[in-house]
């Protein structure tokens, strides 16, 4: 069982940078890929990040390509989400996911794990 927790999120402006991260326990760490999502208000939860379990294979939704970044520190059990240029409909619920299938996914229902969902809002 592996315990996800988000932390990072917040109020910014447009063109503003945040940087979320996404600590796990109660696993080994190594045998997840690891996602991020997003839940805009009043829209389902939909694909924003992946990355492998080596951290070498990473994969983008279209909207965000150029302007975040998903990486993760396997020695500190953390996978981290920069983003930058953010816009007003980057705005939602953030949440981390674990794959233990250990897969690139891009489809929530793939995920095993969930993390509790960190607030995101971008003012325009």
């Known amino acids: 069982q592996v315990q996800l927790v988000e932390s990072g999120g917040g109020l910014v402006q447009a063109g503003g940078s945040l940087r979320l991260s996404c600590a796990a326990s109660?696993?080994?760490?190594?045998?997840?890929?690891m996602g991020w999502f997003r839940q805009p208000p009043g829209k389902e939860r939909e694909f924003v990040a992946t990355?492998?379990?080596?951290?070498?294979?990473?994969y983008y939704t279209d909207s965000v390509k150029g302007r975040f970044t998903i990486s993760r520190d396997n020695a500190k059990n953390t996978v981290y989400l920069q983003m930058n240029s953010l816009k007003p409909e980057d705005t939602g619920v953030y949440y981390c996911?674990?794959?233990?299938?250990?897969?690139?996914?891009?489809?929530?229902?793939?995920?095993?794990?969930w993390g509790q969902g960190t607030q995101v809002t971008v003012s325009s």
């Open positions: 996911a674990a794959n233990q299938g250990g897969a690139v996914m891009s489809t929530p229902r793939e995920y095993d794990y």
């Open positions: 990355i492998s379990r080596s951290g070498h294979g990473t």
């Open positions: 109660g696993g080994t760490f190594t045998r997840y890929s």
